[in-house]
């Protein structure tokens, strides 16, 4: 509850401004509305007098191409006037999509300010991004003029997402208009950012640098409302924030909760002042990606329906653990299944290894021995086969096998299958179509190996404060167990030598050579460059992988398959 106020002895005026994350799903706008009524309600009763809402909070982001449905956009418009109708004292700043009635695209991606039963104005977004996952000149008009809005004696300058970011370490383009600095120009004495910005795992530390390099710039406070929840692979975090003009942070909502700051606001006396919590602590990165790949599982399954539990295999390796304690922490332990499915290649540990893991995070698991199936079907082969050597078709019979006994069951109880490839693996190709690779979502195909192990040391030493995934599986070199004694470092390189290699061909997109300027032998970089590139096809067949880096499989990265490109070492 909003602590009550009074004016103080000068007599100075202020506001009081609730920056509020939601979590709405694309497309269910009736449920998106009731987010938003509950949200005007609570302000209403605290006495706020203004509310400020994520980035098309009344669709959701990315709506995509539903965005090309005249019915969506009619029942968003719809939707619109049903905010501004039931607005009231509380005025309400909330995004959404509008009608363009002029030439060009259909709609506008929108700011509406309403109160009392009225449109206060309109802003549209003008940065409209076309790099990695987004595609937004697709589907909305630009913005091509400024103004600021006059509200309760103070001049507010209205900003959309990407128009705050503004050319910082945008790496594909550059903009030639600054929104916030010509509002900024025309009197503003405060900017309004409406955010639907997707988290990645340095992005709570280069949101707060691009914000505070704005305050110092333009000398005014910037009130940051940011979307939260999971959509498909896309994880925003939250991260609400004032900045007060002194750059300095005076109020941060807590990643991934559906939560609000409450702010006091003094236009002439240029104070602003945090009157809920504290500023919330930005936790290590590696505690924001499990948070963020837990909430994705769990709005995956919930705003899509496909189940309300998992199956998984349980190798007795590093990376099904890893998601077997990401699903039952998302999910509960009573909504994850197991499976663990030895051959006559697996060690003893992939079994007993995953039963003390299972026993430790309280999930069922079952076993299915795969040796007897395994050389049915190399009987089967043999005709074809005969005189042939043991090979890669051979070992991928194993992962084959283990992906259809997992979509049986997913088939027969309704578990959804949860993909264990990490990001190294896709990367590299170390996986196999229609075996390790099926599912219905990739946990941690965003992530490379060296975070995956990482990250289990954390549960054990920060979240658990125990051993629940066994040392055994932590300290055991990774194989995929598809022949005698088999090793990754058989067919890969080291992961701490592979993977930032990777992160630098990938995320950075650097070249060859500019890759082995930074230590590594140039062969070995070539190799592994010729590697993730012969591999696309693969990935286009990938399961949809929740996204925590700056360059993630998917969407993200459009990689032609038909193609005759070589990275060379220039």
Same mark, same amino acid.
């Not at 060690?347 to 299915?368: D, R």
């Not at 990935?539 to 949809?544: N, S």
């Given at each position: 509850? &909003?602590?009550?106020?009074?004016?103080?002895?000068?007599?100075?005026?202020?506001?009081?401004?609730?920056?509020?994350?939601?979590?709405?799903?694309?497309?269910?706008?009736?449920?998106?509305?009731?987010?938003?009524?509950?949200?005007?309600?609570n302000?209403?009763?605290?006495?706020?007098?203004?509310? +400020?809402?994520?980035?098309?909070?009344?669709?959701?982001?990315?709506?995509?191409?539903?965005?090309?449905?005249?019915?969506?956009?009619?029942?968003?418009? =719809?939707?619109?006037?049903?905010?501004?109708?039931?607005?009231?004292?509380?005025?309400v700043?909330?995004?959404?999509?509008?009608?363009?009635?002029?030439?060009?695209?259909?709609?506008?991606?929108?700011?509406?300010?309403?109160?009392?039963?009225?449109? +206060?104005?309109? %802003?549209?977004?003008t940065?409209?991004?076309?790099?990695? +996952?987004?595609?937004?000149?697709?589907?909305?008009?630009?913005n091509?003029?400024?103004?600021?809005?006059?509200?309760?004696?103070?001049?507010?300058?209205?900003?959309?997402?990407?128009?705050?970011?503004?050319?910082?370490?945008?790496?594909?383009?550059?903009?030639? &208009?600054?929104?916030?600095k010509?509002?900024?120009?025309?009197?503003?004495?405060?900017?309004?950012?409406?955010?639907?910005?997707?988290?990645?795992?340095?992005?709570?530390?280069?949101?707060?640098?691009?914000?505070?390099?704005?305050?110092?710039?333009?000398? &005014?406070?910037?009130?940051?409302?940011?979307?939260?929840?999971g959509?498909?692979?896309?994880?925003?975090? !939250?991260?609400?924030?004032?900045?007060?003009?002194?750059?300095?942070?005076?109020?941060?909502?807590?990643?991934?909760?559906?939560?609000?700051?409450?702010?006091?606001?003094?236009?002439?006396a240029?104070?602003?002042?945090?009157?809920?919590?504290?500023?919330?602590?930005?936790?290590?990165?590696?505690?924001?990606?499990?948070?963020?790949?837990?909430?994705?599982?769990?709005?995956?399954?919930?705003?899509?329906?496909?189940?309300?539990d998992?199956?998984?295999?349980?190798?007795?390796?590093?990376?099904?653990?890893? &998601?077997?304690?990401?699903?039952?922490?998302?999910?509960?332990?009573?909504?994850v299944? !197991?499976?663990?499915?030895?051959?006559?290649?697996?060690?003893?540990?992939s %079994?007993?290894?995953?039963q003390?893991?299972?026993?430790?995070?309280?999930?069922?698991?079952?076993?299915?021995?795969?040796?007897?199936?395994?050389? =049915?079907?190399?009987?089967?082969?043999?005709?074809?086969?005969k005189?042939?050597?043991?090979?890669?078709?051979?070992?991928?019979?194993?992962?084959?096998?283990? !992906?259809?006994?997992?979509?049986?069951?997913?088939?027969?109880?309704?578990?959804?299958?949860?993909?264990?490839?990490?990001?190294?693996?896709?990367?590299?190709?170390?996986?196999?179509?229609?075996?390790?690779?099926?599912? !219905?979502?990739? +946990?941690?195909?965003?992530?490379?190996?060296?975070?995956?192990?990482?990250?289990?040391?954390?549960l054990?030493?920060?979240?658990?404060?125990?051993?629940?995934?066994p040392?055994?599986?932590?300290?055991?070199?990774?194989?995929?167990?598809?022949?005698?004694?088999?090793?990754?470092?058989?067919?890969?390189?080291?992961?701490?030598?592979?993977?930032?290699i990777?992160?630098s061909?990938?995320?950075?997109?650097?070249?060859?050579?500019?890759?082995?300027?930074?230590?590594?032998?140039?062969?070995?970089?070539?190799?592994?460059?010729?590697?993730v590139?012969?591999?696309?096809?693969?990935?286009? =067949?990938?399961?949809?992988?929740?996204? %925590?880096?700056?360059?993630?499989f998917?969407?993200?990265?459009?990689?032609?398959?038909?193609?005759?490109?070589?990275?060379?070492?220039?």
């Amino acid at each position: 509850m &909003v602590k009550k106020y009074t004016l103080q002895t000068n007599n100075c005026y202020f506001m009081i401004i609730r920056l509020e994350q939601l979590n709405p799903t694309i497309g269910d706008i009736s449920g998106n509305i009731s987010l938003i009524e509950k949200a005007m309600a609570n302000a209403e009763a605290d006495k706020v007098d203004l509310l +400020v809402l994520p980035e098309l909070v009344v669709c959701g982001y990315p709506p995509m191409d539903l965005i090309e449905r005249q019915t969506f956009l009619d029942t968003i418009y =719809q939707a619109n006037d049903r905010i501004i109708t039931n607005s009231g004292d509380t005025a309400v700043l909330f995004g959404t999509a509008t009608p363009n009635n002029s030439t060009g695209r259909k709609c506008f991606n929108s700011a509406l300010l309403v109160q009392n039963g009225y449109k +206060v104005t309109e %802003v549209h977004k003008t940065l409209l991004p076309t790099y990695d +996952v987004y595609d937004e000149l697709r589907y909305f008009e630009p913005n091509d003029a400024f103004e600021c809005i006059e509200f309760k004696g103070a001049k507010i300058g209205i900003t959309v997402c990407e128009d705050i970011w503004h050319n910082f370490e945008l790496p594909y383009l550059t903009y030639d &208009v600054n929104p916030a600095k010509e509002l900024v120009e025309k009197g503003a004495e405060a900017i309004f950012n409406l955010s639907a910005s997707p988290y990645t795992r340095n992005k709570p530390r280069s949101r707060q640098e691009m914000l505070q390099q704005h305050v110092e710039r333009l000398e &005014v406070p910037i009130f940051y409302a940011n979307q939260v929840g999971g959509n498909t692979e896309l994880v925003s975090d !939250g991260d609400s924030m004032a900045i007060n003009s002194d750059a300095e942070v005076v109020g941060r909502a807590p990643l991934f909760e559906e939560s609000y700051i409450d702010l006091k606001w003094q236009p002439e006396a240029d104070t602003l002042e945090n009157i809920g919590p504290m500023p919330v602590e930005i936790s290590e990165k590696i505690a924001q990606m499990f948070s963020a790949l837990k909430l994705g599982l769990q709005d995956y399954l919930n705003k899509t329906g496909i189940a309300d539990d998992v199956v998984l295999g349980l190798s007795g390796g590093i990376d099904s653990a890893l &998601v077997a304690a990401i699903a039952t922490e998302a999910l509960g332990a009573e909504n994850v299944v !197991g499976i663990t499915m030895p051959s006559e290649f697996s060690s003893e540990g992939s %079994v007993t290894h995953s039963q003390q893991l299972a026993q430790n995070l309280g999930i069922e698991l079952h076993e299915i021995a795969v040796k007897d199936l395994y050389d =049915q079907f190399n009987t089967a082969l043999n005709p074809l086969f005969k005189g042939a050597d043991f090979g890669v078709a051979e070992e991928n019979l194993q992962p084959r096998i283990r !992906g259809t006994l997992l979509m049986a069951y997913s088939n027969k109880f309704g578990n959804m299958l949860l993909n264990t490839g990490n990001k190294s693996e896709l990367a590299t190709g170390y996986c196999t179509l229609y075996g390790d690779m099926a599912g !219905g979502l990739g +946990v941690i195909a965003d992530l490379y190996k060296v975070e995956v192990y990482e990250m289990a040391r954390w549960l054990n030493e920060e979240y658990y404060g125990e051993e629940i995934i066994p040392s055994a599986i932590i300290n055991k070199s990774p194989s995929a167990e598809l022949r005698p004694d088999q090793k990754d470092a058989d067919s890969l390189p080291k992961y701490d030598i592979l993977d930032p290699i990777l992160e630098s061909y990938i995320e950075k997109q650097l070249s060859v050579a500019e890759i082995a300027e930074r230590g590594f032998d140039i062969d070995l970089v070539q190799d592994i460059v010729e590697l993730v590139d012969r591999n696309e096809y693969k990935r286009f =067949q990938a399961v949809p992988a929740l996204k %925590v880096s700056d360059k993630a499989f998917g969407t993200g990265r459009r990689w032609p398959l038909v193609q005759r490109w070589t990275n060379n070492r220039n």
